[in-house]
């Protein structure tokens, strides 16, 4: 395997900030409950995950404790350091010992900045849940901002996300660092859209399939469009001409799709990550009974209709359809043919992805 297709992952923070007990859950199908009987982590426990194929994520997961830390830092700091694409730095929001925190932090940036200064780094604001609801906000942005006016120095942009085990905030989070690190990732957003100019979808979402992490989503065609005019809009405003990349417009779209989120009450904003998080639940669940599932088909009393089929390999896909139904003189009828035509085109676009998947 390539050393491009090698991913080294950094996780730091104190002893007690929570950094064994969200990897166990993401990557080893913990439940919250279950993270109670994990033991600290002696010096460093390396994690080496599959993700996609092709891909391979090396996980460093870096305990907290003093001792360990004089090592990071001094004999040990070029073996840390070296070669990585991401450093995830985890704060426990209520640390009795910040000045601490952030004195590993900022030796955490200067060792990374002299041996890996191209690295990603992200801040997970973590234990969010044992702080005031009203306040919780508030508390994020003030640290946020004091951590990246720490971080300005050594020319480290931060992604923060707020976290708790006890929630769906660890999915948004850890879906985010990882489709950082995917090479080809506009290849999935560009296919998804092209594949819901087909079946017209109100939303379709790419898992990983061992995770359930988010890898991709698309709106509606009628979100596409507005989306279209937005940036035809901001291409006029900035006076430039030339294409907007898939970046830009992926980015534009999770704004969008959070403005229409506000405008319609019956789309959760956090519904990705929930849904991260409840069908990983169901799978541990089922498991106790020594079985699986392959796809699932659910019908909401709204007339909207969820599938979740294996896609490829490694990849699940959920397809969210308003049904098209037909009215007869009983009243109201399901369309027999759609789930069968559903079903069939995930089978035809399985060879897309499959390539996409297996690109170098």
């Not at 950094?19 to 439940?31: L, V």
Request: hydrophobic letters at 40%; a positive charge; aromatic letters at 8%.
């Amino acid at each position: 395997m390539s050393n491009a297709s090698r991913k080294k992952l950094l996780l730091m923070g104190h002893s007690g900030s929570g950094k064994s007990s969200m990897r166990s859950i993401i990557f080893s199908n913990y439940s919250a409950f279950d993270t109670r009987r994990l033991g600290a982590t002696m010096d460093v426990e390396l994690s080496h995950l599959r993700f996609l194929g092709n891909l391979s994520l090396t996980l460093w997961d870096c305990g907290g404790q003093d001792v360990f830390m004089e090592n990071y830092f001094s004999s040990q700091k070029d073996h840390i350091f070296k070669m990585v694409q991401v450093l995830i730095h985890v704060f426990d929001v209520e640390s009795k010992l910040i000045n601490k925190d952030i004195e590993i932090f900022v030796k955490s940036l200067t060792n990374l900045q002299k041996y890996s200064p191209d690295a990603k780094v992200f801040v997970l604001l973590h234990k969010m849940d044992l702080v005031q609801i009203d306040k919780r906000q508030e508390l994020f942005a003030i640290m946020m901002d004091k951590l990246q006016k720490i971080s300005n120095p050594y020319q480290f942009k931060l992604t923060g996300f707020p976290t708790s085990i006890w929630d769906e905030s660890l999915y948004k989070a850890w879906s985010q660092i990882v489709c950082s690190l995917i090479p080809n990732i506009n290849l999935f957003n560009s296919n998804l859209i092209k594949f819901n100019e087909i079946l017209d979808a109100e939303e379709i979402i790419l898992f990983e399939k061992t995770t359930f992490l988010v890898i991709s989503s698309t709106a509606s065609i009628k979100q596409q469009e507005q989306l279209q005019l937005q940036l035809n809009q901001q291409q006029l405003n900035q006076g430039d001409r030339k294409t907007v990349g898939d970046s830009s417009r992926q980015s534009l779209l999770r704004e969008t799709s959070t403005q229409n989120d506000v405008a319609n009450e019956e789309l959760d904003p956090k519904r990705f990550e929930k849904i991260s998080n409840i069908i990983k639940t169901y799978k541990q669940s089922i498991s106790k009974l020594r079985t699986n599932f392959t796809n699932l088909i659910i019908r909401g009393s709204n007339g909207t209709t969820f599938y979740l089929d294996i896609l490829t390999e490694n990849m699940f896909i959920m397809i969210v359809l308003k049904n098209q139904n037909e009215v007869s003189a009983n009243g109201i009828k399901t369309n027999q043919n759609e789930e069968l035509l559903v079903l069939d085109n995930i089978k035809a676009a399985r060879k897309w992805f499959e390539k996409i998947e297996n690109s170098k």
